[in-house]
């Protein structure tokens, strides 16, 4: 269940980020598509001696002979572009100064691939999350119609604090075989059981489904165990 629930946050997360970064994505590139171009000059690098990041002044003139002063988008240190650099600069007629844009990876599409990189690293989270819960509910499938059923007893009834559901814990179980599989009385934890009843204590018994070619392969079977 944990799994199932960290997977769908986490791929629900990955696939928002990617929406995003997909919306950033074209925007930019309807902006440079309906853009005029102009060749600009770095005024100012911007000054990094004080360890701040720093976005660098550009200048260019329009094509209505209009001379235009404006700041590069994304703040770096170390700076971007160098004091006399001559870069490409994308601007829109009806408003050089308020549409210009200089033509970087950064500038341009740093925002796209924040937001694409994050998305693809949470999408894979999930993904990895979801795979592990659909191979432990076919793993617990096969068990429930083709696992040997043998008993055990309790030995360990243990809180799972590494989990946390509304200020919540579940417990898990830890049993021994009551009988010898392979010369070995094998010892088997269960899942996380959230509502656990007062009968199941050391000493108790619990039923384990084993796969009779592999005895490491196995479902314990407690009262309270999420579905």
């Known amino acids: 269940m944990v799994a199932k629930l960290l997977g769908f946050i986490f791929g629900g997360i990955g696939l928002l980020q990617l929406i995003i970064a997909l919306v950033f994505g074209i925007n930019t590139a309807l902006a440079i598509s309906s853009s005029t171009t102009a060749n600009g000059v770095v005024i100012d690098g911007g000054d990094t001696s004080t360890g701040r990041k720093v976005t660098a002044l550009i200048e ?3 094509s209505n002979g209009q001379v235009v002063r404006f700041r590069s988008a994304i703040a770096a240190n170390p700076p971007e572009f160098q004091t006399g650099q001559q ?8 408003d050089p100064a ?3 844009m200089v033509d970087s990876l950064v500038s341009l599409w740093f925002w796209t691939g924040l937001f694409g990189i994050l998305g693809l690293v949470f999408l894979i989270i ?16 096969w068990l429930l119609q083709y696992g040997q059923r043998i008993p055990a007893v309790v030995t360990e009834v243990k809180m799972n604090t590494h989990v946390h559901n509304m200020g919540k814990s579940p417990y898990y ?6 009988e010898t599989l392979n010369s070995v009385a094998p010892v088997f934890k269960s899942g996380n059981v959230w509502d656990l009843p007062g ?3 050391p000493g108790a018994d619990v039923s384990v489904l084993v796969d009779p070619n592999n005895y490491r392969r196995y479902y314990v079977e407690v009262p309270g165990q999420k579905k």
Not at 87 to 94: A, Q
Not at 173 to 178: D, K, T
Request: without cysteine.
């Open 60 to 62: 260019f003139t329009a």
């Open 87 to 94: 870069v490409k600069v994308y601007y829109k007629t009806s």
């Open 98 to 100: 308020g549409s210009a």
């Open 126 to 141: 999930g993904l990895v999350g979801l795979a592990i819960w659909y191979g432990g509910l076919r793993k617990k499938k």
């Open 173 to 178: 179980v830890v049993a021994r075989a009551r």
């Open 199 to 201: 009968s199941v204590t």
